[in-house]
């Protein structure tokens, strides 16, 4: 429970900063210091919640605001450091309703799982961040700068899986 308020905390962050001015975050610094300000810190997983929301937000051409993201928090996750990078890279937020803090559990082989749509519940990806990312994530934690970890994760194959996810009708 006191994760998920501190997610909560932290996300509701976001969408205070969302609607107090324009984030236009498009440098790796711009990045890296919008993640430590709403997350009190970058690391790895903050880094690839950046790089899922990117690729989201790409894959479904969509602009602030037009994604729902269903994060999924998983039990050998440190916390749900990736919800945040997420929702500063689609503008999603909990205050907006655009990001839901899921009370299950991701799978057991996954750290995370997000699911990001259109709001109208069309087909959308879902992301997961499979527990053999861990290691390298750590890695990246231990022994590199905010600015090297932004760049390794940017840089790194296999951190996340990407698959279709099909309307909720279907």
């Known amino acids: ?10 996300v509701l962050i976001v969408g205070l900063l969302l609607l107090s001015h324009q984030v236009n975050a498009e440098t790796p610094d711009e ?16 880094a690839v919640g950046v790089k899922i929301g990117l690729d989201a937000v790409k894959r479904l051409n969509a602009g602030p605001g037009d994604l729902e993201v269903t ?3 998983g039990d050998k996750s440190p916390c749900a450091c990736a919800a945040d990078g997420i929702a500063i890279a689609t503008y999603s937020s ?16 996954a750290i995370a799982v997000a699911v990001i749509r259109p709001p109208n519940g069309g087909p959308g990806f879902k992301y ?8 390298n994530l750590r890695t ?12 390794a994760v940017m840089a790194a194959s296999g951190l996340f899986e990407v698959e279709p996810a099909p309307s909720p009708s279907q």
């Open 94 to 109: 909990v205050g907006q309703r655009n990001l839901i803090i899921s009370p299950k559990q991701a799978p057991n082989e």
């Open 140 to 151: 990246f934690n231990k022994d590199l700068t905010p600015r090297e970890v932004y760049d």
């Open 71 to 73: 994060y999924y928090d």
């Open 1 to 10: 429970m006191k994760a998920f308020l501190s997610v909560g905390r932290s």
């Open 31 to 46: 990045w890296i210091a919008l993640g430590a300000r709403v997350h009190s810190g970058f690391g790895a997983l903050v």
């Open 128 to 135: 997961t961040i499979p527990i053999s990312a861990l290691a």
